[in-house]
Nanobody, 118 residues
Framework: VQLQASGGGSVQAGGSLRLSCAASGRTGNIIYIGWFRQAPGKERMLIAS????????YYADSVKGRFTISRDDAKNTVYLQMNSLKPEDTAVYYC????????????WGQGTEVTVSS
C-alpha cells in the first residue's frame, strides 16, 4: 500500500484546510486510514481515523467538532476537513493505513505541513 498526503499550507487562525490521502496498491487490505500529526518537540499522535465504508470514525478530543474525516472509495482517497484552525494545530500531518494483516498502522505517507498563524 502506498499513501500520498497533500493539502497542507499556511492559514490564519479560524481558517480551513482540507488534507487528502490518496491510496494505491493493495487498497483492499486496508481496514483503517488514520490521520496523525506531529508538532515540533512532541510525539506523533492519532487525531482521526475512519474504517471501511466510512464506519468506525474516531476523533481525538483536541480536534473533535472542528475536523471531519471522510472517504471517497471511488478515488481511494481519505480527506481531513479542518475548520476553525488554531495555532496549536500547527504540525506535520501524516496519513497511515492499518491493514488486515497488521495490528497497527504500518503503511505511511509522507507528511504535509500545516501552519496556523494567530
Amino acid at each position: 500500500v502506498q499513501l500520498q498526503a497533500s493539502g497542507g499550507g499556511s492559514v490564519q487562525a479560524g481558517g480551513s484546510l482540507r488534507l487528502s490521502c490518496a491510496a494505491s496498491g493493495r487498497t483492499g487490505n486496508i481496514i483503517y486510514i488514520g490521520w496523525f500529526r506531529q508538532a515540533p518537540g512532541k510525539e506523533r499522535m492519532l487525531i482521526a481515523s475512519i474504517g471501511r465504508s466510512g464506519g468506525g470514525t474516531y476523533y481525538a478530543d483536541s480536534v473533535k467538532g472542528r475536523f471531519t474525516i471522510s472517504r471517497d472509495d471511488a478515488k481511494n482517497t481519505v480527506y481531513l476537513q479542518m475548520n476553525s484552525l488554531k495555532p496549536e494545530d500547527t504540525a506535520v500531518y501524516y496519513c497511515a493505513a492499518r491493514r488486515v494483516v497488521s495490528s497497527s498502522y504500518d503503511s505511511w505517507g509522507q507528511g504535509t505541513e500545516v501552519t496556523v498563524s494567530s
